[in-house]
């Protein structure tokens, strides 16, 4: 029997505690033996909670108490998880956490203090996706060429319903406040950190690459119009907020952003809520996995295989994939190495020659338009929708400053990327 | 350092040790050692193969050296490599395997007689997809409903043409052997036997469930028409040959056969030569596994995942997923309980009263007509293309016998299953 201590019963918390109970037979035969959740420590004794187990608010009574076999951390936050966990593990007990957070800023130091102690993290990335799994043994034959993610249900959602029933960002922004994909201050998820945190944990999987959030590009979805709706549907693509790791020489582009994205590609058929992750590996070329990304069941479910693996076999794989450090020195890339396709939007004044004027600014930083979309706007200016043919992120940068200062652009230009 | 024999160096052998030799450093990185391929054992020693492996054709020399650390068995076929399996699991030597025929005969009896002997068959199913480590590792949580699997690359290739190109059966059968997707005689894939194989396998580690090939429902392919594609375009289906594993109570339906489903499925968005896998969860939901189900490169990806594995932890999960056997007894169900609806394709005379009498005869065995489509045929038939509201198998099985029978129903009636 292996006795369990939730550290942190809100909604993952209780579906943890409601499932080890409601599939206890299943889960015995697969993990060889009962696994018992034995109490849980919440901040608030008086809020009424769905679960069948003894609660503390005092996190004593789990370190306390010798007959704990493992910690699942499961509280949120970033630096009151980090002490608890680090206790735990220098006791020697098992941890399994659902927190990303903790893990984009601490996963190194928690690997080593670890050590030998199983310290599992399936939930933190994708929900119920077991792509930790996937990426750590599934495809360890590989040298990973890129990861591609659609890792924030919240902005899939906003997306999807921007792009298929024509809805503007401020409007489903507020459906998705009402049906509770999004917080009151959104900014988390629509500004691209939730997916970044995740995206860090996998290219640790990947490369072995350490970073912090403030180390990689990070663009949300704010600023996406009805015109780029339209710019997109024009030409085969849909937007998806992306969550990238690529691997160019020894160099790692990590960066979240939105992308115009082929409709014919896998990962843009991943609608809605779902999240969904393209690995392409040296060997195996594009796998892809699909599923919930969040919600109390799913997570859960990803802690309780956690649970299960150590139950069955101790500490398994080496924590972040890597039992050795790799002999390639692979180094986090500037962003202002990425090379694609871009996609502009200008506002520009509808008189001749302005056209012109754009094309040879462009042209002075060897951008070459590739497709181009122009129609006026509601306040009788043109707009100009452009994708670039492959071009360089500093020229990008460059001309868009350029073209923001000219008289005849009348708005802040915007630019998306266009992932090939 | 680990000592890899590897018996059988046809296509997914040479990728196999090719792959240790060309990722060796990361491969090293990840396990903890070094993996190094050192003998190959062959049939016709005389063949010219693109490894760089001493290669012998008497799987003696394996048997009589200590130094070997593992097996890799890649020779296909059933009676050999389980004598030779058998062997090396006697002798404690950790066995990885991609072959799904051996499994769908013998996993029971190697699960026994492997015991605390690693023994890992991620290859056998699916390809590149790690479908075995998400459902026996990622899903462990969860009572699984069902599993729908397009697992033969084959089949899913000519489908596609099919659908999207217009090609006929015979035609799109050529083109694949000539590109070699299908064998000189394509029954094993065509007829579903290959996907029955991989079905056993997730069946066993989703259920725990024992069954041959010849206990279950195999339909193939061969019998799809132009007319059938006709009605799926009308309708919004698409047509996958689909595994299906189902638990409804404690029955578990395995069946492999053709399905008309909707094209908003994601399942149903898997096209081409590739694999694809949506298992449901009661706790989890949906996720869904895609990939590369064949080629040398992305089969070796798996077996090499096993043999890292092996080499990080030893003996992980159970084989088959259960450490031990379920309280809950399930059994095979018999396909004539089957509950779904169906797709019927009837060749009349064109006449008056003709349509009243089918109707009669369907209505008789309680199967009412959801969608209908008529159209002349090239013969001046009449070609009935129909689709029924959820009934019996039994009875739509007695009622094309009874159809079969009239006299102005001019060929024997097809029937393809729709997936809702």
């Not at 933190?124 to 360890?140: H, K």
């Not at 900014?187 to 959030?213: C, E, M, R, W």
């Not at 100009?384 to 350029?402: F, G, M, R, V, Y």
């Amino acid at each position: 029997m292996l006795k369990i201590a939730i550290i942190g019963v809100g909604t993952v918390g209780s579906s943890v505690i409601n499932i080890l109970q409601d599939n206890k037979d299943i889960i015995a035969a697969r993990a060889g033996c009962e696994i018992v959740p034995t109490i849980g420590v919440v901040n608030n004794l008086d809020k009424k909670r769905e679960v069948n187990i003894k609660l503390t608010d005092n996190i004593d009574e789990v370190f306390n108490d010798d007959s704990i076999d493992m910690i699942v951390e499961l509280m949120g936050g970033i630096e009151k998880p980090y002490e608890i966990v680090k206790k735990a593990l220098a006791k020697g007990i098992p941890v399994v956490t659902a927190n990303k957070a903790l893990l984009a800023y601490h996963r190194y130091e928690l690997q080593d203090l670890a050590g030998d102690t199983p310290f599992e993290y399936e939930a933190s990335v994708a929900g119920g996706i077991p792509i930790v799994n996937a990426l750590r043994e599934g495809l360890s034959a590989n040298h990973i060429e890129s990861i591609k993610g659609i890792l924030n249900g919240t902005c899939n959602y906003m997306l999807t319903k921007m792009i298929n029933e024509g809805v503007n960002y401020e409007e489903i922004l507020k459906e998705a406040q009402a049906l509770g994909y999004a917080e009151a201050d959104p900014t988390f998820d629509v500004g691209g950190f939730d997916a970044a945190h995740k995206l860090l944990i996998l290219a640790s999987i990947a490369y072995g690459i350490d970073a912090k959030p403030e180390d990689i590009l990070i663009e949300g979805i704010q600023n996406i119009s009805k015109h780029d709706i339209a710019f997109a549907k024009e030409f085969n693509y849909t937007i998806k907020l992306l969550t990238i790791a690529k691997k160019i020489g020894n160099e790692i582009q990590l960066r979240v952003h939105p992308v115009f994205i082929s409709i014919n590609e896998m990962i843009a058929k991943v609608d809605g809520v779902m999240n969904g992750i393209s690995v392409i590996g040296d060997k195996v070329g594009e796998t892809m996995y699909y599923g919930p990304g969040a919600g109390g069941n799913a997570t859960a479910s990803a802690v309780i295989a956690n649970i299960i693996d150590i139950a069955r076999k101790g500490k398994g794989s080496p924590m972040l994939g890597f039992e050795k450090s790799l002999k390639q020195d692979l180094v986090l890339a500037n962003p202002n190495t990425i090379e694609t396709n871009y996609y502009l939007r200008l506002q520009i004044e509808d008189k001749p020659g302005v056209l012109a004027k754009i094309a040879s600014v462009l042209g002075d930083k060897n951008i070459s338009i590739e497709k181009m979309l122009q129609k006026p706007d509601e306040n009788n200016n043109a707009l100009l929708l452009l994708s670039t043919h492959i071009c360089k992120e500093k020229d990008i940068k460059e001309a868009l400053e350029a073209l923001e200062n000219l008289s005849y652009v009348s708005a802040k230009p915007a630019m998306i990327r266009i992932e090939a």
